[in-house]
């Protein structure tokens, strides 16, 4: 079975957001949507839905050259062009 590089644990990020409801600072790892804050038990949620292409080394890999740059929005549609 192949897996995606970009699953190891290994490789997960951290990063702090204030729960809107109590001030609270919350935890959320690179592959977590959200996580509901211990203090008041309202949901945190991340600024935008987690992406492979953000915080995987490995995606360019996994995705292929020109899926990679059109996620990231470095490819020009035949309308922009």
Known sequence: ?????????RNL???LHKCPGC???VEIFSDEMRV???KC????YKEKT???ID????ARQCLGEER???LKGEVQTAKER
């Open 41 to 44: 038990g309202q949901y945190v």
């Open 36 to 38: 509901k804050c211990q």
């Open 55 to 58: 915080w995987c080394a490995a």
């Open 23 to 25: 001030g609270a600072e």
């Open 13 to 15: 990020r951290i990063s």
């Open 1 to 9: 079975m192949i897996r995606c590089p970009g699953q190891d644990l």
């Open 50 to 52: 987690p992406s492979c």
């Open 68 to 70: 990679w740059k059109e």
